[in-house]
């Protein structure tokens, strides 16, 4: 779970490129977006929403992080808790892609998906 809403606004701005993109991606202007966005617990419920969708979070995460617990106990006492291994909305669309694919082409990817998994990550330092 991100640390802070800021933090999570940060790397999803990083992730779509602009804070334009977002605001985009969950109908809202950039001038409201960045007011909610400045003002934490200012966004609605179902902005909050949207960004758990965009950003294949648990909605009662989002919901937490912009200031609305009370909103998130209540939908977790009537849908239960987040189920921490449940498939991101990015995953969900890999398979999806993967499940396209033809006998040949999943060998290739997963050649290439297992010798990507060996290199060290970016960003992280290793002894």
Excluded: C
Excluded at 5 to 20: E, S, V
Excluded at 65 to 89: F, M, Q, S
């Amino acid at each position: 779970m991100p640390e802070t809403f800021g933090t999570f606004i940060a790397g999803l701005i990083r992730r779509y490129g602009t804070a334009q993109a977002v605001a985009d991606a969950i109908g809202m202007s950039l001038s409201a977006f960045s007011r909610g966005v400045r003002n934490e617990g200012t966004l609605s419920v179902e902005n909050l929403l949207k960004l758990a969708e965009h950003a294949g979070e648990a909605p009662s995460t989002l919901l937490r992080l912009g200031d609305k617990g009370r909103v998130a106990d209540l939908i977790e006492r009537l849908y239960g808790p987040a189920n921490p291994h449940a498939l991101t909305t990015d995953q969900r669309e890999l398979l999806g892609l993967w499940q396209t694919l033809g006998e040949e082409a999943e060998r290739s990817l997963r050649t290439l998906l297992r010798a990507l998994a060996d290199q060290p990550r970016r960003g992280k330092k290793t002894a």
